[in-house]
């Protein structure tokens, strides 16, 4: 059976590092990952974004925020992803992280992000999913 691929936008990330392991539904992503259920996926970009937040909000996270990349699969930004036309109103930042996704296609894209993603969620761009952390795990 082919694992299902994952990609999560920097506030999940970060959630993942910051709340409490146990009651994260973020954490909860890299559980499901170690038991085999699914493959987890950042890009260069995502990564910078979480470790400048971790650093500001919570540097005693760093160390835990580290641990959870190395367990994911880092991909390179991609540039705009031409092949669907993006919504014009996501920021630059959401819409590399976003195109990284579908330029790779990846099947869900994960994110807290109501004000930007709240038009895309339970909507697919090319073959991925845009979806929170929660309705994905329900």
Same mark, same amino acid.
Request: with cysteine; net charge neutral.
């Given at each position: 059976?082919? *694992?299902?691929?994952?990609?999560?936008?920097?506030? %999940?990330?970060?959630?993942?590092?910051?709340?409490?392991?146990?009651?994260?539904?973020?954490?909860?992503?890299?559980?499901?990952?170690?038991?085999?259920?699914?493959?987890?996926? %950042?890009?260069?970009?995502?990564?910078?974004?979480?470790?400048?937040? $971790?650093?500001?909000?919570?540097?005693? *996270?760093?160390?835990?925020?580290?641990?959870? $990349?190395?367990?994911?699969?880092?991909?390179?930004?991609?540039? %705009?992803?031409?092949?669907?036309?993006?919504?014009?109103?996501?920021?630059?930042?959401?819409?590399? %992280?976003?195109?990284?996704? $579908?330029?790779?296609?990846? *099947?869900?894209?994960?994110?807290?992000?109501?004000?930007?993603?709240?038009?895309?969620?339970? *909507?697919?761009?090319?073959?991925?999913? $845009?979806?929170?952390?929660?309705?994905?795990?329900?």
């Amino acid at each position: 059976m082919e *694992k299902m691929t994952v990609f999560l936008h920097s506030d %999940v990330l970060f959630s993942a590092a910051y709340s409490n392991c146990g009651l994260s539904r973020a954490y909860l992503l890299f559980e499901l990952q170690r038991e085999g259920c699914l493959d987890l996926y %950042v890009s260069s970009f995502v990564c910078r974004e979480a470790r400048h937040n $971790i650093a500001l909000q919570c540097p005693q *996270k760093s160390g835990l925020l580290e641990s959870l $990349i190395s367990e994911t699969t880092e991909l390179n930004d991609s540039p %705009v992803f031409r092949g669907h036309l993006l919504p014009n109103r996501l920021p630059d930042a959401d819409r590399l %992280v976003l195109s990284t996704a $579908i330029a790779n296609r990846i *099947k869900f894209f994960l994110t807290f992000s109501e004000e930007v993603f709240s038009q895309l969620f339970g *909507k697919r761009l090319e073959a991925t999913f $845009i979806l929170r952390p929660a309705c994905f795990l329900n």
